[in-house]
């Protein structure tokens, strides 16, 4: 893919289709290490040891719609091909975690792309499922929640357009602020 940000909504994706109540997700970027970390955790349906096996096997896939599943080792790839590293854990009933470490300066990285629509989309079309999104760049960093937004509502809905605007409008500025010593 052409940004990090489509294999994170892949994979976040199969966290929805896990029945996950509550997915994690974060992007940590350390400079001192020159690492990009994404973290994708849920509490969702989790997955066999066989299952997690075949994960990253491209012609293995749980969808009835086509025989082949690229989004996990795609990214896989995609981290390892920057000399990061990827861990799939997984435990039938409990849910899976998916952590990707990409070097952040190699020139094979994939950019990042924009996450922060990613999480928007993510949020707005599972309006059933709790996100808690944390973005961090060294020592500065920010959170989004949805229960804390879903609780501060009062049982109006997340996906309601003054909502989606602030949605949007606190990840960019967030990121921003977050951002403004570095360039990447």
């Known amino acids: 893919m052409t940004e990090l940000s489509l294999n994170i909504l892949d994979i976040a994706q199969n966290s929805v289709k896990a029945e996950a109540k509550l997915i994690e997700l974060a992007v940590e970027i350390n400079t001192a290490s020159d690492t990009l970390t994404v973290l994708i955790n849920d509490d969702g349906c989790g997955m066999s040891a066989e299952q997690i096996e075949k994960v990253t096997d491209p012609f293995f896939t749980t969808r009835t719609t086509r025989s ?3 989004g996990v080792p795609f990214f896989k790839d995609a981290a390892e091909s920057t000399g990061g590293e990827f861990g799939i854990t997984s435990e039938k009933g409990k849910g899976t975690q ?30 059933h499922i709790d ?4 973005y961090k760049v060294d020592d500065a960093e920010f959170t989004l929640d949805t229960r804390e937004i879903k609780d501060l509502l009062e049982g ?28 990447f």
């Open 68 to 70: 082949v599943g690229l």
């Open 98 to 127: 998916v952590k990707a470490v990409f070097g952040l300066s190699h020139i094979d990285r994939v950019p990042l792309g924009d996450i922060n629509a990613t999480v928007e989309m993510l949020v707005f079309y599972n309006t």
């Open 131 to 134: 996100f808690l999104y944390r």
């Open 156 to 183: 109006a809905p997340i996906d309601a357009p003054d909502v989606k605007v602030f949605i949007s409008e606190f990840l960019r500025e967030n990121e921003s602020e977050v951002k403004k010593e570095h360039i």
